[in-house]
């Protein structure tokens, strides 16, 4: 060790040392003065009984005092200690968990009052029946402005279409399998292509909506809704709880840059076409539509399955009830 270490080595010694003593003055003070009288008392004979006994008063005067500190500093941190443990409630509280009929109140509360909607899924089903239009008729009453951003599986991606397929038939019930409550690849082809055409039908018919559409090439497991005043999260397990996080929470910001991220790593849907759409769109307004978006509907597609994105699109039905 040099020089100059030694010295800095010293010093810290020496600032520790002093803080030590500063913060124990009070018992430093009582232990110095009992053993000053002791050593005189012992050794001289020259301190009286009455300098003694008041020594002995001085003394327990300085240990009560220290006490007294000691108690009070134990207080400060004990207040620290409660006001630690009450803001990680109040951060465990930043999520809510739902089940059943509460998850449907959570998005209706959402709805209400908002002038931006972020959703990321599958297909975008409960979307298209629910949100979709409730929130246009609230933004049309209010007379204000609205934005969606919606992010699906890519229709014209066979891959991520099986996949979804095949993680929405894991949770699905037995007596769905062979009907058309079956998640098939057709199925949540179809879907997805009648969430782009809603998207723009609603779009065509209000000036104050804006809303992008992006087609993502990965599945994703939850289901994410966001509004001016909360994120609902939601999934299609029965026996996983959903969440419900508020407005101004730590966790709501953290999804925002989530699925900012996630729809930077989709593709968007141009809606900036000048095939207008009719109040019931025909078969051919429908592919030359999505034939100027440069997602075309496949080759394979008869006019009856044209017909059946249409219906998806501007009539469905609610996804979760039977």
Same mark, same amino acid.
């Given at each position: 060790?040099?020089?100059?270490?030694?010295?800095?080595?010293?010093?810290?010694?020496?600032?520790?040392?002093?803080?030590?003593?500063?913060?124990?003055?009070?018992?430093?003070?009582?232990?110095?003065?009992?053993?000053?009288?002791?050593?005189?008392?012992?050794?001289?004979?020259?301190?009286?009984?009455?300098?003694?006994?008041?020594?002995?008063?001085?003394?327990?005067?300085?240990?009560?005092?220290?006490?007294?500190?000691?108690?009070?500093?134990?207080?400060?941190?004990?207040?620290?200690?409660?006001?630690?443990?009450?803001?990680?409630?109040?951060?465990?509280?930043?999520?809510?968990?739902?089940?059943?009929?509460?998850?449907?109140?959570?998005?209706?509360?959402?709805?209400?009052?908002?002038?931006?909607?972020?959703?990321?899924?599958?297909?975008?089903?409960?979307?298209?029946?629910?949100?979709?239009?409730?929130?246009?008729?609230?933004?049309?009453?209010?007379?204000?402005?609205?934005?969606?951003?919606?992010?699906?599986?890519?229709?014209?991606?066979?891959?991520?279409?099986?996949?979804?397929?095949?993680?929405?038939?894991?949770?699905?019930?037995?007596?769905?399998?062979?009907?058309?409550?079956?998640?098939?690849?057709?199925?949540?082809?179809?879907?997805? %292509?009648? @969430?782009? #055409?809603?998207?723009?039908?609603?779009?065509? !018919?209000?000036?104050? $909506? =804006? &809303?992008? +559409?992006? *087609?993502?090439?990965?599945?994703?497991?939850?289901?994410?809704?966001?509004?001016?005043?909360?994120?609902?999260?939601?999934?299609?397990?029965?026996?996983?709880?959903?969440?419900?996080?508020?407005?101004?929470?730590?966790?709501?910001?953290? %999804?925002? @840059?989530? #699925?900012?991220?996630?729809?930077?790593?989709? !593709?968007?849907?141009? $809606? =900036? &076409?000048? +095939?207008? *759409?009719?109040?019931?769109?025909?078969?051919?307004?429908?592919?030359?539509?999505?034939?100027?978006?440069?997602?075309?509907?496949?080759?394979?597609?008869?006019?009856?399955?044209?017909?059946?994105?249409?219906?998806?699109?501007?009539?469905?039905?609610?996804?979760?009830?039977?």
């Amino acid at each position: 060790m040099d020089l100059a270490e030694r010295d800095a080595d010293g010093r810290n010694r020496l600032e520790r040392g002093v803080g030590w003593a500063l913060r124990n003055l009070d018992g430093l003070v009582g232990l110095g003065i009992a053993v000053v009288v002791g050593v005189l008392d012992i050794f001289s004979g020259a301190v009286s009984t009455g300098v003694t006994s008041g020594t002995v008063l001085l003394v327990l005067a300085s240990l009560v005092f220290a006490s007294l500190a000691e108690r009070k500093r134990r207080t400060t941190d004990m207040r620290r200690a409660m006001q630690g443990t009450q803001q990680a409630i109040a951060d465990a509280g930043m999520v809510r968990s739902l089940t059943g009929p509460e998850v449907e109140q959570a998005l209706r509360r959402a709805r209400a009052d908002t002038d931006r909607w972020i959703f990321r899924g599958g297909t975008g089903t409960y979307l298209r029946a629910v949100t979709l239009p409730e929130c246009v008729r609230e933004t049309q009453r209010l007379r204000r402005a609205l934005t969606m951003k919606i992010d699906i599986v890519d229709p014209s991606d066979d891959r991520v279409c099986a996949t979804y397929a095949r993680f929405r038939q894991t949770f699905a019930a037995p007596q769905d399998a062979g009907t058309d409550r079956e998640w098939t690849t057709e199925r949540t082809r179809a879907e997805s %292509y009648a @969430t782009v #055409l809603a998207a723009c039908w609603y779009r065509q !018919r209000m000036d104050a $909506l =804006e &809303v992008d +559409v992006y *087609l993502s090439a990965t599945v994703p497991a939850l289901r994410f809704d966001l509004s001016s005043s909360c994120l609902v999260i939601t999934q299609d397990d029965p026996q996983r709880v959903n969440l419900c996080v508020d407005h101004g929470r730590p966790l709501y910001d953290y %999804y925002v @840059t989530e #699925l900012r991220l996630a729809r930077d790593q989709a !593709r968007k849907v141009n $809606l =900036e &076409v000048q +095939v207008l *759409l009719g109040q019931e769109p025909t078969v051919d307004q429908v592919r030359r539509f999505f034939d100027a978006m440069d997602l075309p509907l496949p080759t394979a597609y008869s006019d009856t399955d044209v017909r059946t994105v249409v219906d998806k699109a501007l009539h469905p039905e609610h996804p979760y009830r039977i």
